[in-house]
């Protein structure tokens, strides 16, 4: 029995070994690297807290934060309606409901860059909304301005990111017994009261499972925003991810500071994942 | 309210909800998809629809000298392409074989330890990736890797294996343990049970696993920045960047015709899976 339980940890091993190396011990190399002033070629010098109070001293620093969080959580807020109007929607009984499901997953199964590069295409001055715009008699609208670049890529964000909470809470409402619904009905409660007494409260574990994946996802996302305004214009759009790209691999950059950057909003992503973690997965 | 009219204002607030529904998601595909069809004279004023459709924006892409006209980097998109999908199909192979054992290892076995285990790997799955630019960047360069396919299929695997392995857990878990029981009791060794028994009729949960890992691996652009330096190297993200320069669109049919082809093998897997997308995501939180 003994030679089976070291059988047992062979199945195992691989996948240890694989988040060890390359997933554990590099964000360990990031602390590391945090307290250091030179990180490639030179050696490297013990600096201490230097790197963090330089970026706590950053006016930037409470910006990316601000925008992380405007950015994800107005995203997840709108994309949470959206699905949950399709899933009602489309958990009617019609003709061609089959087609118009799997239809509503084409913009989450397409790749974040490539939606992107779509809504480049769509938000050019001579793209399709400004040509809407001019048509009707409106003067054109630069959407990757400094006014409009945030909503703008918010939008991005939620027209991708939607059918997930559509995919969530379809699943959850089917469900639903269907018993509670009719005998509702016979003690005569409106289509509202039905919606409102039965299907959201039904909705409630759901609900809290896709929106803190989608929060951690949308706190996570970097391709979005690097690709429509690399966190342009006037840092408006800049956030946790593109903020540390750039202070990492730009010209002029500093990896180590990027480090700390990292070190100082974990925590963030740390109060996320427990919440994931513990709620989404049951686990704590 | 009369129960006829009821019946048909519904049926007129279920048809705007449908027709804006289609409007919301096609508008966006449809102008992509119309310019990667206008030809290059029109592209500068773009038609609602094209006056003469053309494919000559695809051919262009795998011509060199009209690609490379345009992005001077690559001679033209068979590179970029098959990198995506030398590196995808990599990824998953060995994100498979070690999530599959993992996996199995986590459903079925009981020791101790085993709750840390399973922690460990639900935490490397939720944890977002960007975390890891900085380290993995100069940890593949330490080990010479720098600026190489295997360097980015190792970046990928950091968070391609704790995905899989998470979701086929969850699949796993749901199957029932009869069948595998009975090949033990014949003196099948655990080995065998899952090879022979579990793996063949797990086939959509496989399947899901996989095209999970394959979609994550294609969609990838920031390990793809950080790691990959020389055009040749370049996966479709960076190659059709290459289509703009200082945030300004310069190729316009291209740049569309490009994106279009990059989105259509991701779309085509997961109307595959639509089904299993939600239970797998959610490791069985959530029931498909």
Redesign the interface.
């Known amino acids: 029995m003994k030679l089976n339980?070291i059988?047992?940890?062979?199945?195992?091993l691989?996948?240890?070994a694989?988040?060890t190396i390359?997933?554990?011990?590099?964000?360990g190399?990031?602390f590391w690297?945090s307290f250091q002033e030179k990180?490639?070629g030179g050696e490297a010098k013990f600096i201490g807290l230097t790197n963090y109070y330089t970026i706590l001293n950053s006016k930037i620093f409470y910006v990316i934060i601000s925008n992380t969080l405007i950015y994800s959580f107005s995203a997840v807020f709108i994309k949470a309606l959206i699905g949950l109007?399709?899933a009602l929607?489309l958990n009617?009984k019609?003709p061609g409901r089959g087609i118009?499901?799997?239809?509503?997953?084409?913009?989450?199964?397409?790749?974040?860059?490539?939606?992107a590069?779509?809504?480049?295409?769509?938000y050019?001055l001579?793209?399709?909304f400004n040509?809407i715009l001019t048509y009707i008699g409106l003067p054109a609208l630069r959407y990757l301005g400094p006014e409009l670049a945030m909503p703008s890529v918010i939008f991005v964000n939620v027209?991708k990111g939607w059918p997930?909470f559509f995919?969530?809470f379809?699943?959850?409402l089917q469900?639903i017994p269907q018993e509670i619904y009719e005998s509702a009905e016979i003690d005569g409660a409106s289509r509202f009261k039905k919606l409102v007494y039965i299907t959201l409260p039904n909705l409630k574990t759901?609900f809290f499972?896709?929106c803190l994946?989608s929060l951690?996802?949308t706190?996570?996302d970097?391709?979005t925003i690097?690709?429509l305004t690399?966190g342009g214009p006037l840092d408006r759009t800049l956030t946790i991810?593109v903020a540390?790209?750039f202070k990492?691999?730009a010209s002029g950059a500093s990896?180590p500071q990027?480090?700390s950057l990292?070190i100082l909003v974990?925590p963030i992503?740390l109060i996320l994942?427990y919440l994931?973690?513990k709620y989404?997965?049951?686990?704590t | 309210m009369p129960m006829v009219e009821r019946k048909l204002n519904i049926t007129i607030l279920t048809l705007v909800g449908i027709l804006l529904l289609i409007l919301f998601v096609g508008i966006p595909f449809y102008w992509v998809f119309n310019l990667s069809l206008t030809s290059e004279e029109e592209a500068y004023s773009p038609k609602l629809f094209p006056t003469n459709p053309t494919l000559n924006n695809y051919f262009d892409l795998f011509n060199p000298s009209k690609a490379a006209a345009r992005a001077a980097r690559f001679e033209n998109f068979t590179g970029p392409l098959v990198n995506s999908t030398v590196v995808a199909l990599i990824v998953t192979a060995l994100s498979m074989l070690i999530g599959c054992l993992a996996a199995y290892n986590l459903a079925r076995f009981n020791y101790r330890g085993k709750s840390y285990v399973s922690l460990y790997i639900l935490f490397a799955y939720v944890f977002p990736p960007f975390f890891l630019m900085i380290p993995l960047n100069i940890v593949i360069n330490m080990i010479r890797l720098g600026d190489t396919l295997i360097g980015l299929i190792l970046a990928h695997l950091a968070y391609t294996v704790p995905f899989s392995t998470w979701i086929l857990r969850g699949y796993f878990m749901g199957m029932p343990k009869d069948i595998e029981d009975s090949a033990l009791v014949d003196g099948c060794s655990r080995f065998q049970a899952l090879w022979r028994v579990v793996l063949p009729i797990s086939a959509p949960g496989l399947v899901t696993a996989a095209i999970f890992s394959f979609t994550l691996s294609w969609d990838d652009l920031i390990f793809a920045l950080v790691i990959l330096s020389k055009a040749e190297n370049y996966t479709l993200p960076l190659a059709i960047s290459l289509f703009m320069q200082g945030g300004e669109v310069y190729a316009w049919g291209e740049l569309a015709a490009s994106t279009i082809l990059a989105t259509i093998p991701p779309v085509a897997l997961y109307l595959l899976i639509q089904k299993y997308v939600i239970s797998g995501l959610t490791g069985g939180a959530i029931k498909g």
């Open positions: 339980r059988a047992d940890w062979l199945y195992i691989p996948v240890l694989v988040i390359i997933f554990i011990i590099p964000l190399y990031t690297i990180a490639l109007g399709v929607l009617r019609f118009l499901r799997a239809f509503s997953i084409i913009p989450w199964a397409a790749p974040a860059f490539a939606v590069f779509f809504f480049i295409l769509l050019d001579k793209g399709l040509r027209w997930f995919l969530g379809l699943s959850g469900a759901v499972t896709v994946l951690m996802w706190m996570g970097f391709t690097y690709l690399g991810p540390s790209y990492a691999f990896i990027a480090a990292l974990l992503y994942i994931v973690m989404a997965y049951g686990r």
